[in-house]
């Protein structure tokens, strides 16, 4: 059974701090790897996919892919209280059009 | 555009009954998915299509059956419902050459059954 694994939270951080989150996959074959944002009652919105290990940036975001541990996580610079939602980890096991998503981290962030 | 739209919005059906989930593009993509979201998990992948006329099976396709004749619709059917079929059910699409790399997504449609 392939999985992704996150901690369902909620993670709670003050408003300016860095929020991490982060997820687990058990297949080492997977390509590519997907952060998606959901708020409450919506439809899920990506935020960035990372294919290399190492960082990837973008605006306040940032995504961090370890291959050889299996991880991956999302780092929010700055949290705004307007970043609370569910963030849901996604990977793409092999060349396939199917994504594995985990069941996403609840994060709240206090102002 | 109206990007990628789905109706119902919320249905309830009993058990046993058949109900078709609409969902439509007017993006001109090619792929287009099918997924279901129980409460408090994530997203799982019923069915996919990547044009008119071809589909394939996601990681949860038993107990239901979708088509897809023309490139803007993609409809899902649920036979026979159950219980477990309790769930959001969304639509996404993607545009040619960018697979699951980029999916939009549609409002949703949740589905109770009683």
């Known amino acids: 059974q392939k999985e992704v694994e996150q901690n369902s939270g909620p993670l709670s951080v003050p408003e300016g701090a860095i929020a991490s989150l982060n997820c687990t996959y058990s297949d080492r074959g997977s390509q590519s790897f997907f952060w998606y944002r959901q708020y409450s009652g919506k439809s899920p919105e990506l935020i960035m996919f990372i294919y290399s290990n190492g960082d990837k940036e973008d605006g306040r975001f940032t995504a961090q892919l370890n291959k050889a541990s299996q991880y991956v996580s999302l780092l929010i610079r700055d949290s705004q209280p307007s970043d609370s939602a569910t963030y849901l980890c996604?990977?793409?096991?092999?060349?396939?059009?199917?994504?594995?998503f985990g069941s996403g981290t609840r994060l709240l962030v206090r102002p | 555009n109206a990007g990628v739209t789905q109706t119902p919005k919320f249905r309830i059906l009993k058990i046993g009954q058949s109900m078709t989930l609409q969902c439509a593009q007017d993006m001109n993509h090619n792929y287009m998915y099918w997924y279901r979201q129980d409460p408090g998990m994530g997203l799982k992948l019923i069915y996919y299509s990547v044009g008119a006329g071809i589909t394939d099976k996601g990681e949860v396709p038993n107990g239901y059956n979708v088509s897809r004749s023309t490139t803007e619709d993609f409809p899902l059917r649920l036979e026979l419902a159950a219980p477990s079929q309790t769930s959001v059910y969304f639509c996404a699409s993607s545009p040619p050459g960018q697979g699951v790399e980029t999916q939009y997504f549609g409002p949703g449609t949740r589905l109770l059954v009683l």
């Open positions: 996604a990977v793409r096991m092999d060349s396939s059009y199917k994504l594995i």
